[in-house]
């Protein structure tokens, strides 16, 4: 299977962070983040539904955008560093 289609059957599975991602498959943080937003467009092209629990701050609980993939370095509220990690989803439909 192509890289992209290993993570569409990854994430069809359960829920994961692009850092799970990057940890299952052996590759930098970067580089999944790249192609797994292609694999999400070809989801989509696909018929198959995105889910995406954006990301969250443990300490105030402010909530991200739904856009961003990646971990956030900071909260803009309290500028706290303990941050969920976006989960992301592929169900079929």
Known sequence: MTLRKDFIALLSEEPRSVSSLAREMGLRRADVEEDLRHALRSARAAGHAIVVVPARCKTC???????????????PACRGTRLFEPQIRIQPL
Request: with cysteine; proline share 7%; charged share 40%.
């Open 61 to 75: 609980g402010f909530t991200f955008d739904e856009e961003k993939l990646a971990k956030p370095g900071k909260c």
